[in-house]
């Protein structure tokens, strides 16, 4: 039977992070007689001295080291787990979790989840930014209500229903020799420089993948967090880039010429995933869908009328 706790833990790694008793005891709020106490009983219960006590302070004897070793691993093994349920603490408190990749994420879903809230007001969402294919595992294992994704066939426990049709499109400043293209191939617009999203965008490092395909890595001239920026970019004629149809007519950039890219990769047919387990997905999947749904026969209805 184990004789200490967590704060124990945390209150040995503090002390022989500082070398000094009071100092850690203070890291962790506890008062220098009560953690000296506590460090006494840790001792007793592993039966082994942890600490050389010095004039000038504490230093930790060799299984002292290993046992702060061992404590580090627990403690890191023990945020592991809080961050592996947190997902699952969301659903209890009645959090709507969405996974989508970039182009859902920045181009339809604000739209669709501002219109939600004025409906339903009480709600509450967590939208986070992942590739396609991890957006449909997270989706799988029940760390996201549903999600919304370009992820093409099937996959194991997850239903797929249509949500928006893209396409990327490469951005060049009005002036360029591809300027005056109404399509391109991929391949060929890799002579040219570039610039780009930062790696933490899931479109841009899919584009960098495909880039890396054809054998031509793109290095870009400057790399940036939003499309707002990537586009001025483009304007003052610094590189070119890629991005999604719906992000590019929702600016209007005099200075920007849209090419449409050839590739079959570039058409982004987006689905929501939804797990075909009720048990793994919250209350307001269901409702949220449905309200998805609407939107979208509201929108293929006015494109038709158009």
């Known amino acids: ?32 007689s009560s953690a000296s106490i506590r460090l006494k009983n840790i001792e007793e219960a592993l039966q082994v001295k942890l600490f050389i006590r010095r004039k000038n302070g504490l230093e930790l004897t060799r299984a002292g080291r290993v046992a702060a070793q061992e404590a580090r691993r627990v403690v890191k093994d023990l945020d592991a787990l809080e961050a592996s349920l947190s997902p699952f603490a969301q659903m209890e408190k009645g959090i709507l979790r969405i996974a989508a990749n970039y182009g859902a994420s920045v181009d339809f879903l604000p739209d ?42 099937d996959y194991p426990g997850v ?41 933490e965008s899931a479109m841009q490092r899919f584009i960098f993948e495909h880039a890396g395909e054809e054998g031509s890595p793109i290095t870009p001239k400057v790399q940036v967090d939003n499309q707002r920026l990537l586009m001025k970019l483009v304007s003052r004629k610094v590189g070119i880039a890629v991005l999604s149809t719906r992000g590019a007519s929702g600016n209007f950039w005099p200075g920007v010429r849209f090419v449409r890219l050839t590739n079959r990769w570039a058409e982004c047919h987006l689905r929501i995933a939804l797990s075909r387990s009720a048990e793994l997905r919250g209350p307001g999947a269901d409702r949220f869908v449905e309200f998805l749904e609407k939107r979208r026969g509201k929108a293929a209805s006015a494109s038709a009328a158009s």
């Open 1 to 32: 039977m184990r004789h200490y706790s967590l704060t124990d833990i945390e209150l040995f790694l503090a002390v022989s992070d500082e070398e000094n008793l009071t100092r850690g005891a203070s890291r962790v709020g506890l008062s220098p």
């Open 112 to 153: 669709d989840i501002s219109e939600y809230l004025v409906e339903n007001p009480l709600a509450r969402i967590v939208l986070e930014q992942k590739s396609s294919l991890d957006v449909v595992k997270t989706v799988a294992e029940g760390r996201a209500d549903l999600g919304v994704g370009a992820y093409e066939g």
């Open 159 to 199: 239903e797929f229903r249509p949500y928006r049709e893209d396409r990327l499109v490469l951005a060049v400043p009005a002036g360029h020799e591809l300027a005056g293209r109404k399509e391109i191939a991929f391949a060929e617009s890799l002579a040219y420089p570039f610039v780009s999203l930062t790696d």
